[in-house]
């Protein structure tokens, strides 16, 4: 018994130093990519960097237009994609009933969630840019994007429906509550936080997408800001893909620095979802 139980705790520390070790070595490696591209960046790295705009010398070049273009696709994917994701997730948790059609739909949102991200960009180039007219707009980007995100939205939207207890919507249906009062005024609110969170980490992701507006059509090269839905558009992942394809080694310091804007534009955004979460969290007792 006692060479057991020695075994058993060799074998639990082993797996804790297992457990660790994979925690440790991708962020150490992590740091030491960041602080790689840091240390190219800071050459670049300042407010002219971030109100100019692109040149074809790197000294003067900046990211304005590309920053400014990824705000707007970042709102407008969030104003597409949140009222059809969390609407879908309510009607499939709350209304549709268990059966063949539900799992269907289940199992056809979790493939979409795994397709790369280039055949949305195909999917958008068919649809969006050609079949609806919108032409390579700022539009057609962000409702390609928002359809890269939808399933991962339904998903998390779910997930947190299903965190709301079940006495609650039974202690609301007891009082003469309807479903959809019971849905507005005890479910959503209690499952708020949660749907919240996972939308934001979805536009977060949708943020540093290149593949889908590379195929979508957004411009490399814009020396303008876009003036309205219709506009043609820049992001920073395709400013970042333009500075590193060019020849001019001065160029992938200006690359460097695009990096750090556009992992500081996702930290912030995890940050307010992180903010935004602990901010409406209610508890259930």
Known sequence: MKHTGRRGVV?????VA?????VIVPLGLLLIL??????????????AFLTSFPSRKAALAGVYPAFVGTLYLSFITAGLTLPLGVGAAIYLEEYERRG???NLIELNIANLAGVPSVIYGLLGLGLFVRIAG???????????????????????????LRTVPLSLREGSYALGATRWQTIRQVV???AFP???TGSILAISRAVGETAPLIVVGALTYVTFLPDSLGAPFTALPIQIFNWVSRPQAEFVLNAAAGIVVLLGTM???NAAAIFLRNRYQKRTY
């Open 134 to 160: 919108m032409g390579r707009s700022l539009l057609a980007g962000a409702a390609t994007l928002a359809l890269l995100v939808l399933p991962i939205v339904i998903m998390a939207s779910r997930e947190a």
């Open 18 to 22: 297992l457990c660790l070790g994979a």
């Open 34 to 47: 960041f602080a790689d591209v840091l240390s190219d960046a800071v050459q670049r790295l300042g407010w």
């Open 11 to 15: 074998i639990e520390r082993l797996f």
């Open 188 to 190: 959503l609110p209690m």
């Open 100 to 102: 063949r059609l539900a």
């Open 267 to 269: 930290l912030a955004l």
């Open 194 to 196: 949660g749907i919240l």
